[in-house]
């Protein structure tokens, strides 16, 4: 919805937005809890409620909305070919912007062992079947991971009267948000277990229980540490994936660490014609940076054709991400930046040919908080080249 | 009161579907007694799917027997149920020269149309294999199909042709009534000329209830993993290991679908539950084959159960005591593979004892339903022109649309589970693994089977789903 404004306000006229959810704004429907729109509106809102503001401005563009109507190919000539209850439709537009989300890991990807029962979801499923459906999925719940919707369904199902028996996280630190954390584990007394893992589900036709086990630094269970946990529900919320089977498709190209397309700083992809923004770039911890990126994006709507990129922004030491991938004009855009480590008193280096060229101090900095940094407050080169980003500092043990 | 049957098959896995399918054909009443909530709800749902060649047969074994009896059939097969096998062929790899002999065995076994190969020649097709092949034997018989999906096209064309169903129906005694048999299950009692047991795990206990003698069918596990469709092609054929005296091996097969299956391994277990340690096993036996096998790309786990009898061999034979009730016994692998050649010898002996068979003039082949993810956008334009629901996509990462889901549920035996509508449309399928469509199902199973959310089910009868709504609170109290 964000590129889609952007796009109108910039001047773009014939704008399709294709949805193929019934209603748009995407699992921010499904996300009922308060805390959308501090940095774009500078007040608390629920997911429907952002969702609604963006809804009712497109309402006051001559943007098209296509709602229930899913791509289903895109060419790498920009044919999106989408069909809905009324036939088969293809476009072939100028631009094309992938703003498809993510999808949540699930069971099979983080190898947890055991039987087959019902009563294991993940925590966004979980999440619509209780937010918009109206259904409990369960009454004692273990939750697995402690990504922000796993935090937010703890403290969910703990109003709806269900009993969350602990939040087991495999890394010594927590991945959500440390306000999360607070307001959704500590107020209500549901134990978070870090460096715990479930090391198997067990139960015939619905979960009876789950094992769960210590483990060592590299994620291994230390034997001896097992303790089994009855519930009848096991809630996997072990981190999201970006969907890009589309862009894939398209011939776009990706980058296997934040698990998007390959991006500059307009979003444009690595591919003509074609932007990517929001959760399909990488994952964002803010619907705020999403709108943000969408935003950006829009505006660049007429620049269809390729720019040559004048520096590449590598990951280093300590760096899960850094978007975006590609500078064309560094004097534009915004970067993000995922550290892998909680840590105290760090700095951002940037380094050029192996020498540190820009240092940025970061008081505080946790993986589950991304840092942004304006691109023109850095001193660029005047070469052109690959720049590495690295961070340094204390590390963090445990949620202190 | 008690209904009345010709033949009254127990069990609901490819065997029994089998034979009822087979049985359709005559002018005969029917009755398929199912313990589950549907079909293919036991050894035949987990296993690896491949129709083995001729040279994968156990000679001079009853097994080796209905395994060529069922091949030639193959081809009619596909016809009459309107499916298609995928016809990749197979590679069993030696890494030795020891091994290499086992090749010129199969080969032997094959006749003539297998050959083997170098490695330089692999290469050509399937470049991911190991480095460390020695030689291959190459087999273009080969076949492969979803154990579901042929499952289900075998109940269905049954079904279309007369047989009946009951499900939840746990046969739990035998009786004699004059010359005819009666089975009590589900609290009915069912009358017939001949009883077929076709109950897999189970299909001893029920030879003990008829005062048969027979040992205990042991279960062994095998676990796999599934890829996910991304890797379509990564391997073409199915790729074996030399066999063992246990099983197979651990291989390594696409599936029709796109996906890629490693497995099973060969353990003592009786339950279908996975474990790390199995998990790893599989995972070294299907990278000593193609060492980058992405198994890190899992969509998920499964494992499946052999009924096997000491001797490895099946067993089929007619109960001392009721002399209409018919035991099949061991049907371990190749199961899926030979199942028309045990429904064809199971006609041969239910006619050997006097059942009449004759053949319908009216049996019907079965119309496939339209897969929406293998039509061409001509033909998806067609349907939705007739039926919107035809244009509304429930489960994104297979394509299945609200059409689909609805026929599944309400052509019968239809689907009354979440994996019942897994096995018919591969909802729940895919690379999210139902976490998207997940949220639509309920509702819709809801409303298209008249049911309400106590009764929604995963797949056994306790499997519940959803443990009430929420806000249920009682403002009048």
């Given at each position: ?22 209603e748009l704004?995407?699992?921010?429907n ?9 940095h774009k509106?500078?007040e608390?809102?629920?997911?429907p ?11 006051r563009?001559?943007v098209e909305?296509?709602?229930?109507t ?13 069909v809905?209850?009324g036939g088969?439709?293809e ?8 703003s498809?989300?993510?999808?949540e890991?699930t069971?099979g ?8 029962p019902?009563?294991v979801?993940?925590a ?7 937010n ?5 999925p ?5 939750i697995?991971?402690?990504g ?11 109003l ?14 927590l ?6 954390y ?9 134990p978070?277990?870090l460096?715990?893992?479930v ?15 210590e ?5 291994q269970?230390?034997?001896g540490t097992?303790e ?14 970006p969907e890009?089977e ?16 390959y991006?500059?700083?307009r979003f444009?992809?690595?591919r003509?014609?074609?932007f990517?923004?929001g959760?399909?770039v990488?994952?964002f911890?803010?619907?705020?940076y999403?709108?943000?990126v969408?935003?950006?994006?829009g ?6 054709e ?7 922004l ?24 995922r ?12 380094s050029?040919k192996?020498?540190v060229?820009?240092?940025f101090?970061?008081?505080v ?26 961070i340094t ?8 | 009161?008690s209904?009345?049957y ?5 069990g ?6 089998a034979?009822?399918w ?7 009443r029917v009755l ?18 491949i129709?083995?060649?001729r040279s ?6 009853l097994?080796?027997e209905?395994h060529l009896r069922?091949?030639?059939l ?8 309107g499916i ?8 069993t790899?030696?890494f ?10 199969l080969?032997a076994?094959?006749?003539?149309s297998?050959?083997i ?11 991911y ?6 030689a291959a034997f190459?087999?273009?018989e ?9 499952t289900?096209?075998l109940?269905?064309?049954a ?7 009951i ?6 005694a ?9 089975l009590?299950a ?20 029920l030879a ?27 391997v073409?054929r ?5 066999p ?10 696409p599936?029709p679908e ?25 995972a ?14 899992s ?5 499946g ?9 099946f ?20 199961g899926?593979t030979s199942c028309?050649?045990i429904?064809?010898?199971v006609?041969?002996l ?14 019907e082949?079965r119309?496939?339903f ?6 061409t956008d001509?033909e ?9 629901d ?11 649309t ?8 309400l ?9 019942s509508?897994?096995?018919?449309v ?12 997940g949220?639509?199902l309920?509702?819709i ?12 089910v ?5 499997s ?8 249920e609170?009682?403002f009048?109290?």
């Open positions: 919805m964000a590129a889609a404004l952007s796009a109108w306000e910039n001047g773009a006229r014939r704008v399709f937005l294709l949805e193929r959810g019934e704004g995407g699992i921010l499904q996300c009922i809890h308060s805390g959308f729109g501090l509106f500078g608390e809102l629920t997911g409620e952002y969702a609604e503001r963006f809804a009712q401005a497109l309402k563009t001559g909305v296509l709602l229930e899913p791509v289903l190919r895109l060419s790498p000539d920009r044919r999106v070919t989408a809905q209850r088969i439709f476009f072939r537009p100028r631009s094309v912007f992938l498809m989300g993510c999808r890991r069971r990807m983080i190898n947890i062992p055991g039987g087959r019902a009563g979801f993940t966004g499923l979980a999440q619509y079947l209780v918009v459906e109206g259904y409990l369960g009454k004692r719940f273990v697995v991971g402690s922000d919707i796993g935090l937010i369904m703890a403290r969910r199902l703990t709806e009267g269900a009993k969350v028996e602990a939040v087991v996280e495999i890394r010594p630190t991945s959500g948000l440390v306000r999360n607070v307001q959704c584990l500590l107020d209500f007394d549901i978070l277990l460096s715990h893992a090391s198997y589900i067990y139960g015939e036709e619905r979960v009876e229980g789950v094992v769960v086990c483990v060592d630094s590299k994620g269970f230390i034997k097992e089994a946990i009855p519930c009848d529900t096991v809630l996997l919320s072990v981190g999201l994936i890009n589309l862009s894939r498709q398209a011939g776009i190209p990706l980058c296997e660490r934040s698990g998007g397309p991006i500059d700083e444009a992809t690595m003509e014609g074609f990517a923004c959760n399909v990488a994952v911890d803010l619907v705020d999403v709108t943000l969408g935003e950006i994006a505006k660049h709507w007429k620049e269809s390729k720019r040559t990129p004048r520096f590449r590598l990951p280093g030491e300590g760096i899960q991400i850094v978007l975006p991938h590609y500078l064309c004009n560094p004097r534009q855009g915004m970067l993000f930046i550290a892998y480590r909680a840590l105290n008193k760090a700095h951002l280096l940037f050029f192996g020498k060229f820009y240092t101090p970061v008081p900095c946790r993986p589950s908080e991304m840092l942004r940094l304006e691109s023109r407050r850095i001193p660029w080169p005047e070469e052109g080249g690959e720049i590495t980003v690295e500092g204390e590390e963090i043990q445990g949620l202190s | 009161m209904e009345s010709d033949v009254v098959i127990i609901g896995g490819v065997v029994g579907c034979v009822a087979y049985l359709s054909r005559f002018d005969l398929l007694l199912e313990k589950e909530l549907d079909i293919c709800c036991g050894v035949s749902k987990a296993n690896t799917g129709l083995h060649a994968y047969h156990t000679p001079s074994t097994k080796g209905l069922s091949l030639p193959l081809d009619e097969a596909e016809k009459e149920l298609s096998f995928l016809r990749c062929g197979a590679l790899v030696a030795s020269k020891e091994e290499e002999t086992y090749l010129r065995i080969k076994r094959g006749g003539s297998g050959e190969v170098t490695p330089l020649e692999i290469k050509n097709f399937e470049p294999l190991s480095d460390k092949v020695y190459y087999d273009p080969t076949r492969v199909i979803s154990p579901f999906k042929l289900v096209a109940a269905e064309t079904f279309q042709n007369g047989v009946e169903f499900f939840d129906a746990e046969v739990t035998f009786e004699e009534d004059g010359k005819r048999v009666s009590h589900g609290g009915k009692k069912y009358t017939a000329c001949f009883a077929v047991n076709c109950a897999g795990l189970s299909s001893s206990r003990w209830l008829c005062g048969d003698k027979i040992e205990a069918i042991k279960a062994y596990r095998g676990q796999y993993f599934v890829l996910d469709k991304m890797f379509a092609g990564y073409k199915v790729i074996y290991p030399v063992s005296s246990e099983s197979k091996g651990i291989l390594v097969t599936t796109g996906n890629i299956l490693a497995g099973p391994n060969f353990e003592e277990a009786d339950t279908t539950e996975t474990t790390l340690q199995g998990l790893e096993e599989v070294q036996g299907a990278r000593r084959l193609v060492p980058s096998l992405p198994l890190e790309n969509i998920t786990h499964f494992s159960l052999r009924p096997t009898l000491p001797d490895r061999d067993h089929i034979f007619f109960s001392q005591r009721f002399p209409g009730v018919l035991h099949l016994c061991g049907i371990e692998s190749p899926l028309f050649g429904a064809a010898y006609g041969d239910l006619r050997s004892r006097g059942l009449r068979l004759v053949e319908k003039r009216n049996f082949y119309k496939p339209p897969v929406f993810s293998e039509l001509q998806r334009e067609k349907l939705i022109a007739q039926d919107p035809w244009g509304k996509i429930i489960c994104r990462c297979e394509e299945v609200l059409a689909e889901v609805k026929h599944a549920l052509f019968s035996p239809g689907a009354r589970t979440l994996d509508l897994k096995r018919r591969r909802t729940q399928a895919g690379r999210c693994q139902g976490s998207f469509c949220m639509h309920p509702k199973m809801m409303e298209v089977l008249g049911i309400d959310y106590r009764s929604l995963k797949s056994g009868k306790r519940w789903l959803l443990a009430g709504e929420t806000k609170v009682n009048s109290a």
